[in-house]
DNA sequence: TGCGAATATGTCCGTTCCGACATATGTTTG
DNA sequence: CAAACATATGTCGGAACGGACATATTCGCA
């Protein structure tokens, strides 16, 4: 199935290399992947900054300590949405949002 | 129901004036709410500039006519994935996604 | 005013996503 | 080493989201 193999490459994507290094994305597939991998090393930074476990991380945005993991492992079956709501209930705001998504950098 | 009342509060907030300023929304989710209210606008904006009807842009970024007047009118239904996945297949870019979630402004 | 195009609104139903739980694997500390 | 804690992985039932369609409303223009 083809949205299948796109998350094992967006999988990959976090261990292997650049997301758009993979074929069959487009342009702006790949830089959605990407931006995706950047909120996710956020939130794992973040975390750790402040020294939460994944528990008490997913306490204070109302989730729970699998979906921290995945969150933080960009899982394919994780949002965007959550990822931004989860920074921003972590204590993130939005100027420090626009950074992560719009900073090339990595 | 907890989330329906949030979701008039956010469909209003586009009409009305500042999503913060309802209450019962954590800092956070107005915050959360703001963002795709700004993502929302750009998408409005760029189809204008780019002189294409909703029924135009939603094949160009495989959508609906019906959804992009959605996305355009920051419906609760409507996503940030969607909303950040549309504005890269109709051309934007990290940076410039990073400049809408980001800047305070309106 | 009236007609056609564009946009808005409501609904349907299949797909995706989420919290929760169970359990495995890994890490720290006594 | 072993217990306690932290993280990773798999699964499930229910909630949210998506494209599509129907239809209403608004808009532009002759």
Redesign the pocket.
């Known amino acids: 199935m083809k949205?299948e193999k796109r998350r094992r490459l967006e999988a990959a994507g976090w261990r292997v290399g650049e997301a758009r290094d993979f074929l069959e994305l487009t342009p702006g597939e790949a830089e959605f992947v990407e931006i995706k991998l950047a909120l996710a090393r956020r939130v794992r930074e973040l975390?750790?900054e402040k020294e939460w476990?994944?528990?008490e991380f997913?306490r204070l945005?109302?989730?729970?300590?699998?979906?921290v993991?995945?969150m933080?492992?960009a899982d394919?079956?994780?949002?965007v949405?959550?990822l931004v709501r989860s920074l921003l209930a972590a204590g993130a705001n939005r100027r420090e949002l626009g950074r992560i998504v719009g900073s090339t950098r990595r």
Chains 1, 2 share one sequence.
């Open positions: 949205i975390r750790e476990s994944q528990a997913a945005v109302g989730s729970s300590q699998s979906r993991a995945k933080e492992a394919p079956t994780v949002s949405d959550l």
